[in-house]
């Protein structure tokens, strides 16, 4: 039933790191594009980067040097690797494919 799975989400402080991973159905992950979002309080959901099947990416300029996304294909995950975090990063994370959404990790970044 549940067709994205998110995690890896945490508190951590300014400057550091988290993996987040998104495990999708087989259905979902042979859309032609994967992708992360974010959403803060009071703020619209907005792309923080996204993946076509052929690897190409694309990042939000917000998060452009310090984001990366990637997908592992055998497995049905795409990954988000954050560093350099800062504090407005803070918000949930979604994993989106195919017009479905997860249900999202909480990233909590701290001064």
């Known amino acids: 039933q549940v067709q994205l799975v998110e995690s890896g989400g945490g508190l951590v402080q300014a400057g550091g790191s988290l993996r987040l991973s998104c495990a999708a159905s087989?259905?979902?992950?042979?859309?032609?594009?994967m992708g992360w979002y974010r959403q803060a309080p009071g703020k619209q959901r907005e792309l923080v980067a996204d993946?076509?099947?052929?690897?190409?990416?694309n990042y939000a300029d917000s998060v452009k040097g310090r984001f990366t996304i990637s997908r592992d294909n055998a497995k049905n995950t795409v990954y988000l690797q954050m560093n350099s975090l800062k504090p407005e990063d803070t918000a949930v994370y979604l994993c989106?494919?195919?017009?479905?959404w997860g249900q999202g990790t909480q990233v909590t970044v701290s001064s």
């Open positions: 993946i076509t099947s052929g690897g190409r990416t």
């Open positions: 989106n494919g195919r017009w479905v």
């Open positions: 087989g259905s979902i992950f042979s859309g032609f594009v």
